[in-house]
């Protein structure tokens, strides 16, 4: 069992900056790659971004390609999301992910999901 805790959501201003962190306990943290995903009111859950354990392999979303950098501490167990230049459309919850597959971890079926951090831009 992997247990994921999100933290670093909070009310910015557009074009302001937020930095999440996830950390992970539990189980080894060892060759798991990690994802963040986001749920805005009345819509479906979407990916963000993903990280593979070697830090190799990273993806994003369009919608925040340029504006957003996943990274990991492999040490310290914790993944994060640099989010600049916000948008009052990035309002969501974001969420924590994390599966041994990278392919698996960037659709809406990882293994293992945290509780969730609330983001607000303002415009």
């Known amino acids: 069992q992997v247990r994921l805790v999100e933290s670093g959501g909070g009310l910015v201003q557009a074009g302001g900056s937020l930095r999440l962190s996830c950390a992970a306990s539990g189980r080894t943290f060892g060759g798991y790659a990690m994802a963040w995903f986001r749920q805005a009111p009345g819509k479906e859950r979407e990916f963000v971004a993903a990280i593979s354990w070697s830090r190799s392999r990273i993806y994003y979303s369009d919608s925040v390609k340029g504006r957003f950098t996943i990274s990991r501490d492999n040490a310290g167990s914790t993944v994060y999301l640099q989010m600049n230049s916000l948008k009052p459309e990035d309002t969501a919850v974001y969420y924590c992910?994390?599966?041994?597959?990278?392919?698996?971890?960037?659709?809406?079926?990882?293994?293992?999901w945290g509780q969730g951090t609330q983001v607000t831009v303002s415009s």
């Open positions: 992910a994390a599966d041994l597959d990278i392919a698996v971890v960037r659709t809406t079926h990882p293994s293992y």
